[in-house]
């Protein structure tokens, strides 16, 4: 399992770059990242979560292969302007849940394993997740999106919490 990094990391702030190698350590990085995926009980993971500043995310909505999606060099090229409310967390956030509003409804283009372009029309949960993932490439995490003082708040509660097992651990 690889390495998740959380909130005050500096990686997830910084600028992603394109992917340009398709090759046999992509497929190794994205089966390690569906490893770890799949080990933290999360339905998506971008790759600055792993300390990887590239354009990259993988969604695995947990119902096999078939609910396995792999987006690379993404752009939401459209969005329903209907929104909807859902409760997001974030593995970089661990235990923190908010809801949001956001389109219902996205298309997307992307590249997939081999660099082949693809274009997909998403709803539901996994219009969801793409906009957060894709946020994660743009240095964006999900609790930006919420009122200045509410974002604080969390900020404030993640970061007591990770003091605490820090004593834990030092003990
Ligand atoms: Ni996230």
Redesign the pocket.
């Known amino acids: 399992m690889l390495d998740i990094y959380t909130l005050d990391d500096e990686v997830l702030r910084t600028d992603t770059e394109k992917v340009t190698e398709f090759d046999q350590s992509l497929k190794i990085l994205v089966d390690a990242m569906f490893d770890t995926l799949t080990e933290a009980d999360g339905v998506?993971l971008?790759a600055p979560?792993i300390g990887v500043s590239k354009k990259l995310f993988i969604v695995d909505l947990q119902k096999g292969e078939e609910g396995r999606y792999v987006f690379i060099n993404p752009e939401i090229v459209e969005t329903s302007i209907e929104e909807g409310p859902y409760e997001e967390g974030?593995?970089?956030i661990p235990g923190f849940y908010r809801t949001l509003y956001r389109p219902l409804k996205v298309k997307i283009q992307a590249q997939d394993l081999n660099g082949k372009y693809f274009n997909l029309d998403a709803e539901g949960v996994l219009a969801r997740v793409i906009q957060?993932?894709n946020d994660?490439l743009n240095r964006i995490?999900?609790i930006d999106h919420l009122p200045e003082e509410e974002k604080e708040k969390v900020e404030k509660a993640f970061r007591k919490k990770e003091a605490k097992k820090h004593k834990r651990k030092q003990k």
């Open positions: 998506g971008a979560q974030c593995l970089s957060h993932e994660h995490l999900f």
